[in-house]
């Protein structure tokens, strides 16, 4: 008799379990917080667990239902990631700590939605084509140079934002890189600086040492052209341009061609990584804005 009890009980136990459990999978309405999670994914089996009894279901539940996989986004708004090794390799190695990264405000998203969606246009129908003629056409060891001569011409900038954070160490090998890639690399094309006598390059702007003080970044805004900023890095790109080499040339035919070659050479580095991200993003506006203010945020907490 006692052998039946227990039986019985064991099947309305098991009803229940899979009644409730069967009701959860097809309500999408229902908030987690009315309804107890009895379900844990362990590989392609679910443990069901109630207070009296663990029963072991042999079914598997679809994917597309798990919410383990929700990411926090800079926003701090909760959604659903995709797949793991696409964040993995987006993933910014300059990105400074979930714990200790601000929440980026965006009061103007209507406007900078709608600026974003004008640059992508000029980007998918200009700048993307052109760089990828571009990239088609000059040599790797090029490009890769004449990138060198544009980060070799932005020293003053990376000194000056070195020394007002009183980072002595950083604003030497500044001086060091400049005056070695200049004499023996033939104005910076070749990074001997770096190559022979390992001297790292020095990553440093005025948005940057305004960080460093604390200054806070301000509203998220995306500029025609230039693309993801903040008050903060307005402020910044203002002051680097003036000590930068187009600057000297400014408005002259010289000054918009080095612009215009510095900005088609920097794109063809990244045009397949731009479309891994359009491809990849569920919404490519919040991961661009996302991924600007963790670079950011890492390059000042660097």
């Known amino acids: 008799m006692r052998d039946l009890q227990k039986t019985v009980k064991t099947c309305l136990v098991l009803f229940l379990v ?3 459990s069967t009701f959860s ?11 107890p999670n009895f379900t844990t994914e362990i590989g392609d089996d679910v443990v069901a667990q109630t ?31 995709q797949d793991p090794q696409t ?11 979930a714990e200790d990264l601000p929440i980026m405000s965006d009061p103007f998203e209507g406007y900078n939605r709608w600026m974003f969606g004008v640059n992508e246009t000029i980007y998918d129908n200009v700048l993307e084509p052109v760089a990828r003629g571009y990239r088609n056409t000059v040599h790797e060891n090029l490009r890769v140079g004449i990138k060198n001569v544009f980060s070799n011409a932005m020293a003053p900038v990376k000194f000056v934002s070195s020394l007002i ?7 030497g090998r500044v001086l060091a890189r400049t005056l070695i890639n200049t004499t023996f690399g033939i104005g910076g094309l070749a990074d001997v ?3 022979e006598y390992h001297i790292e390059d020095v990553n440093e702007d005025f948005d940057q040492a305004m960080g460093s003080y604390g200054v806070p970044t301000g509203p998220y805004v995306v500029l025609p052209i230039f693309g993801p900023s903040t008050a903060r890095n307005i402020i910044g ?10 600057f000297l040339f400014a408005p002259t035919p010289i000054g918009v061609g080095l612009s215009v070659e510095e900005n088609i050479n920097s794109a063809s580095f990244i045009v397949d990584d731009k479309k891994q991200l359009e491809d990849s993003a569920l919404d490519e506006y919040e991961s661009v804005r996302d991924f600007f203010h963790q670079y950011r945020h890492g390059l000042v907490k660097k």
């Open 193 to 195: 600086a770096g190559e």
């Open 87 to 97: 964040y993995e390799d987006l993933e910014d190695p300059f990105a400074g700590d």
């Open 165 to 171: 954070q009183l980072d002595f160490e950083k604003s």
């Open 237 to 246: 790109r203002a002051a680097d341009s003036i000590m930068s080499p187009s």
């Open 51 to 81: 207070s009296e009894v663990t029963i072991k279901l042999e079914k598997s539940i679809p994917k597309s239902f798990d919410d383990s996989s929700s990411i926090e986004t800079a926003q701090g708004i909760a959604r659903s990631s």
């Open 25 to 35: 999978w097809a309500s999408g309405s229902v908030s987690d917080s009315k309804i």
């Open 18 to 20: 899979l009644g409730l």
